[in-house]
């Protein structure tokens, strides 16, 4: 076999959380802790880690049983059924382009706050282009400058967390009463949304030096995650208050100036910049490539599937994001409303661990037979609890939040429609229909030039 | 089920079909790839190599590849005659590709200018 089997564990776990590692991270974390009581944050932050290291669990035996980079929309459609893993990863895409949207309004949040003379839609337009340009002409972040960033930005983060803490003493108030079980469970069900595209080391399955490193790496860098984010919580809530930190779109910088003043605003903007390219840069090749993926199987328009003859980048679907950002990204600059989108990819991604848990019983029904590297331990209890607990998470974001539930309904919806009348139309209007297979005569190797190895 | 002779055929079609497109060649000339094609069905291996623009067919694996393909051997041989696009058995889980997501892009559309849609 000659697979090219180079990636280490410390390429997985950089590339699990370096995904997953974003500006707006920060504004989810205050959110959290706004929920809570005391500083108790780091209980629910521990907590939705926890949870997701089950959901990874499903996540590695699905990517065991069919290791793709089509992902959920395989998962999904081989427990299930195509339509319902089509409309699940059509929300899905778009969720993620919401997450787009709303890390450039954090990102442009921080920047105006260290740059005060620059207006945030400059910095959002800048941003936008750029990534878009890296994007259509094809430019890579490296693994080892991806390591360098996911690396630098977890100890950067301790270090701070452990300069703020000493500042303080180390003096927490009532680290162990979150004040009520359902301001718990928001708090946790918003604290999945730090842990947003761990999954999406998945496609790595094999390239990895070992088979089983893809699983060892998500629990990982969840594990590692749960730890920094706990400690950086608890290290904003401790040394600032709480109102300043709800009220900014980048309470990360409230925190850095009350810490360590203009070099640590510097800091943090540095750090920002590193957390956000990252997540900008992978947001817009999986929607990008996904829209050109269903354009090619006629999903969505053939149009989406234009590829550029110079760069072999499909141009029309990066500039399709391009603009779907934007335009996120301008609606939440006028209405302020960012946090809509942080409790709709929180809900979201709820739903998605939700049917992961179920597709691993599903497929184990329906497939018994079927070679798994992997599976996870314990019968169906880690998946039956990982589907159950998900699917309570995205009912209680939704129960609190009402504009989440009309727009992930909405969206729903919409997109079942999509799928069950506009895609037919389009597979019969587009798809190619061949007169007979081509099948020619067989060849003798040798005869027709074909080396011998 | 293919034979490892039809997918070997299939290749050679492929690789016809290529170097017919002047355009292509000149367009995959700075792309540089070793391509590994693999049945799970039957043991064939097969290399596809693209070094300066030109394509080449060998049976057997590469010491290492660039981009792996791997596919039942029907699907394979389907898939290199042209019968059949990349993009159904990909999103279906019958064709895997390993590899970086622009090489997919790329060989996908080596495969549309040889055989279009």
């Known amino acids: 076999m000659g697979l090219k089997r180079v990636l280490t564990l410390r390429t997985v776990i950089a590339t699990s959380a370096g995904l997953t590692l974003a500006s707006s991270s920060f504004v989810a974390a205050v959110q959290v802790a706004g929920f809570l009581a005391g500083d108790t944050a780091w209980l629910a932050i ?9 959901a990874a669990s499903c996540f590695s035996e699905l990517n065991a049983r069919l290791p793709s980079a089509a992902g959920i929309r395989l998962y999904f ?25 709303a890390e450039s309004y954090v990102l442009a949040s921080v920047l105006s ?27 890579k972040i490296a693994g080892a400058f991806q390591d360098l960033i996911t690396y630098g930005l977890m100890g950067s983060l301790l270090v701070l967390a452990f300069i ?6 180390f003096q927490l108030t009532a680290p162990l009463a979150p004040g009520g079980a359902l301001a718990f469970i928001n708090a946790v069900a918003v604290g999945v949304f730090l842990f ?18 893809v699983s060892r790496g998500m629990l990982l860098a969840v594990g590692l995650l749960s730890v920094v984010y706990a400690l950086f919580t608890v290290a904003m809530t401790a040394s600032c208050s709480r109102e300043a930190l ?36 992978a947001g817009l090749i999986s929607v990008s490539r996904f829209i050109y993926a269903s354009a090619r199987e006629y999903v969505l328009p053939p149009v989406f599937s234009r590829l550029s003859m110079r760069f072999f980048t499909p141009w029309v679907a990066i500039l399709t994001v391009f603009a779907a950002g934007v335009t996120i990204s301008l609606v939440v600059l006028a209405t302020h409303r960012y946090l809509v989108l942080v409790n709709l990819a929180a809900a979201m991604e709820s739903v998605v661990y939700a049917l992961a848990g179920l597709a691993v019983i599903r497929l184990r029904q329906k497939e018994p037979q079927a070679e798994c590297p992997y599976r996870v331990k314990g019968g169906v209890f880690v998946p039956a609890i990982t589907a159950l607990v998900f699917a309570g998470l995205a009912v209680a974001v939704m129960f609190t939040n009402f504009y989440v539930s009309l727009y992930l309904l909405a969206g729903f919806i919409i997109l079942w429609w999509y799928v069950h009348q506009v895609v037919p139309v389009l597979k019969s209007k587009y798809q190619p229909r061949r007169p007979s297979r081509r099948r020619r005569p067989v060849a003798e190797p040798a005869d027709a030039g074909c080396k011998k190895t | 089920m293919a034979s490892h002779e039809e997918i070997t055929a299939s ?83 019958t064709l895997k590709i390993i590899g970086s997501e622009d090489d997919i892009v790329r060989l996908d559309f080596i495969s549309l200018m040889i055989w279009g849609e």
Request: proline share 6%; charged share 15%.
């Open chain 1, 46 to 54: 521990l907590t939705g880690g926890l949870l997701c290291l089950g």
């Open chain 1, 196 to 213: 947003v595209g761990f999954e999406w080391v998945t496609p790595l399955a094999e390239e990895v030096t070992h088979s089983r490193l």
């Open chain 1, 246 to 281: 709800v009220a900014s779109p980048a309470p990360q910088v409230v925190f850095a100036r009350t810490v360590l003043g203009p070099a640590g605003v510097f800091w943090m903007v540095v750090l920002s910049l590193a957390a956000s390219i990252t997540t900008f840069n």
């Open chain 1, 113 to 139: 706050s260290a740059l005060p003379a620059v207006p945030p839609l400059v910095w959002i337009v800048t941003m936008y282009l750029v990534v878009t340009g890296m994007n259509i002409r094809g430019i």
């Open chain 2, 11 to 93: 290749l050679l079609a492929f690789q016809e079909g290529y170097n017919k497109n002047e355009r292509l060649k000149i367009m995959n000339r700075d792309w540089d790839r070793v391509v590994l094609v693999q049945a799970n069905d039957i043991p064939s291996q097969h290399t596809l190599e693209l070094r300066n623009g030109e394509l080449s067919v060998r049976e057997g694996a590469p010491p290492r590849a660039d981009l792996t393909v791997i596919a039942d051997s029907e699907t394979l041989a389907d898939l290199f005659y042209g019968d059949i696009t990349p993009t159904e058995p990909y999103m279906n889980g």
């Open chain 1, 164 to 169: 703020a803490l000493g500042r303080v003493g």
């Open chain 1, 77 to 101: 459609s081989r427990a299930f059924n195509d339509r319902l893993a089509l409309t699940v990863s059509l929300l899905y895409m778009a969720v993620v382009m919401g997450v787009v949207g």
